[in-house]
């Protein structure tokens, strides 16, 4: 099930992509962007690219960040449930003591 939501994710963003490169062949017009100390000039249809593909990266990356802190915090948590497991079944193994 999880491969199917994949597959679909990637049909349904590499369709985005193709959506939007007919529409950037459709934009050829000239337009002038102010950077902070410097202007260029640039077709609509890069422009927008660019900024969207720096966006879905920036994205990606915060995202996979994100991900990868969860997991670590899932592993630590899992050892320590590990070793209170052990400790657990150590004290039910001991006899009672009175």
């Known amino acids: 099930m999880k491969k199917i939501l994949t597959a679909l994710t990637v049909l349904i963003l590499l369709g985005c992509f193709m959506v939007a490169m007919a529409l950037g062949t459709q934009n050829q017009q000239i337009v002038n962007f102010d950077f902070l100390i410097a202007q260029g000039e640039f ?5 927008l690219g660019i900024a969207f593909g720096s966006g879905f990266g920036i994205g990606w990356l915060i995202c996979g960040l994100l991900y990868l ?14 070793k209170q497991q052990l400790e657990l079944d150590q004290l039910r193994a001991e006899p009672v003591k009175e």
């Open 69 to 82: 802190k969860a997991r670590f915090v899932r592993n630590r948590l899992k050892k320590k449930v590990q």
């Open 43 to 47: 077709q609509l249809s890069a422009l």
